[in-house]
């Protein structure tokens, strides 16, 4: 099997998404340079963060963070790009570990009991083939061994993308267009919500807004990139 996986590579070399190089051996998706300087936000040893602060008083929040810094035209688009729009599900996963590991030891999953990946309207995802956030959220699943829970939250609306949306037009765009299935078993759980993208948090807004009242539920946050206005 071996000699196969060696010629495929030789033929058919897997390059880095970002620099174009081919990798290396023990090299995945991104070459050892352009992971090391993709720029991180460092968020998660920021007590009272920017993103912390965006969403005060909107719900129950415990800590945010985001691994990335991205940016129109920058690296990290290039990757998000073949995150959700080249169908390589698998890139989530690696990308899921990769930031998993960064921000581990600073105790950033303390007390987390269970993942909830922000989902896709079924058309959108069977169209794409895959939840990215799922994806996020099976990487860091693999490492903290915290739970996904995928099944709590549906969105039961197909909306258009926040793209090219400005702020207020983000916020009207996600207005209760989620929904939880089983909100008896939150009670007083601490939910770690995960996404691709935090640009004004319309959407997790929205995602929590969909857990009304329920007694001692908490949150986290966490995605995987920030867009640099912050």
């Known amino acids: 099997m071996s000699i196969w996986t060696d010629l495929w590579k030789l033929f058919f070399p897997q390059c880095c998404l970002v620099c174009g190089k081919t990798l290396l051996e023990g090299e995945e998706y991104l070459c050892f340079h352009c992971l090391s300087n993709a720029p991180r936000t460092h968020l998660h040893l920021q007590k009272d963060n920017a993103m912390e602060k965006e969403l005060w008083g909107k719900f129950p929040l415990e800590r945010a963070s985001a691994y990335l810094y991205y940016s129109k035209g920058g690296d990290v688009k290039k990757i998000l790009s073949d995150l959700k729009y080249h169908g390589n599900a698998d890139l989530g996963c690696f990308l899921g570990r990769c930031m998993t590991r960064e921000i581990l030891s600073s105790g ?51 909306t258009q993308s926040q793209t090219r949306k400005g702020s207020y037009e983000r916020w009207l765009n996600v207005k209760d267009i989620f929904e939880c299935t089983s909100p008896e078993r939150l009670v007083g759980k601490h939910v770690l919500l995960v996404d691709d993208v935090f640009t004004t948090g319309a959407t997790l807004v929205a995602c929590a807004d969909a857990f009304p009242q329920i007694p001692g539920l908490r949150f986290s946050v966490l995605t995987l990139a920030l867009a640099s206005s912050y």
């Open 108 to 158: 950033f999953f303390r007390g987390v009991d269970g993942i909830i990946p922000v989902p896709l309207h079924p058309r959108k995802q069977k169209i794409r083939g895959y939840n990215q956030s799922l994806m996020l959220a099976n990487g860091i699943s693999s490492i903290t061994n915290i739970p996904v829970w995928d099944d709590l939250l549906v969105r039961t609306q197909y």
